[in-house]
């Protein structure tokens, strides 16, 4: 249980395209996720927490017209890279926490496998 | 602001070596601590965790001790194998509610030959 998936792993797109990528609780309901960006031989580094139904926080720094932020149902978000560029390349990782987990565990983070963005 | 600090990799171990991996963090309260393990192609696993000085985790063999007076969790584990090899993520969250907000150290990448 507790499973979360990413799609697409891998996209590759033109400079000044947008990206959607989605983050999907497979088994149970999200009531918040999370978004991360990971640069090579760096940390996760939280981007935004979103509760379903409600507006994503961004943490500082993080450019919310740029990278918007979705979670319109408790299994499903979407982060949009809008007029993406080479320096949005990078590995985006989600995770989610939620209910209806065995064992009654509704603190822990599940994540995903992530998704590497190329942008030429 | 919190921070981690772990031990740079890569780490390469004949199997059944014995395994540090060293993490020190910084908080300005009472953080909860985390070992992550990622698998090649896959998401980011909870490995252990503590939530209190001197809590000691454990799992699959790994075990790490919250240390407040050095403020470090080191991972550690007697004999590893093969199947260990993956990226470790020592992490810690801000004081309070859950885990929520997680701070992350850069990950070591561990590989195990037989």
């Known amino acids: 249980g507790a499973v979360v998936s990413q799609h697409p792993s891998r996209v590759i797109c033109k400079s000044g395209t947008s990206v959607k990528i989605e983050c999907r609780s497979l088994?149970?309901?999200?009531?918040?996720m999370f978004w991360y960006r990971q640069f090579p031989k760096q940390s996760l580094m939280l981007m935004a927490t979103?509760?379903?139904?409600?507006?994503?926080?961004?943490e500082q720094g993080v450019e919310k017209d740029k990278f918007l932020i979705n979670h319109a149902s408790l299994t499903l978000s979407t982060l949009t890279v809008t007029s993406a560029h080479p320096e949005d390349s990078s590995f985006y990782i989600c995770?989610?926490?939620?209910?209806?987990?065995?064992?009654?565990?509704?603190?822990?983070?599940?994540f995903g496998p992530g998704t590497r963005l190329t942008v030429t | 602001g919190n921070s981690v600090t772990q031990m740079e990799g890569p780490v390469t171990l004949s199997e059944e070596a014995f395994l540090t991996i060293n993490c020190t963090y910084t908080?300005?309260?009472?953080?909860?601590l985390f070992w992550y393990v990622q698998y090649p192609g896959e998401g980011l696993q909870l490995l252990l965790k503590?939530?209190?000085?001197?809590d000691k985790g454990s799992n699959k063999g790994f075990e790490a001790t919250y240390r407040k007076e050095t403020t470090s969790f080191h991972l550690e584990k007697g004999s590893v194998q093969v199947s260990d090899s993956a990226v470790y993520f020592c992490?810690?969250?801000?004081?309070?509610?859950?885990?929520?907000?997680?701070?992350f150290g850069t990950g070591t990448r561990l590989t195990i030959i037989p």
């Open positions: 995770s989610a926490r939620g209910v209806g987990l065995a064992g009654g565990n509704n603190y822990e983070q599940y």
């Open positions: 088994d149970f309901q999200a009531t918040t």
């Open positions: 979103s509760n379903e139904g409600s507006k994503a926080t961004y």
């Open positions: 908080a300005t309260g009472y953080p909860s």
């Open positions: 503590a939530t209190k000085a001197d």
């Open positions: 992490a810690l969250s801000d004081p309070g509610f859950g885990n929520e907000k997680l701070t």
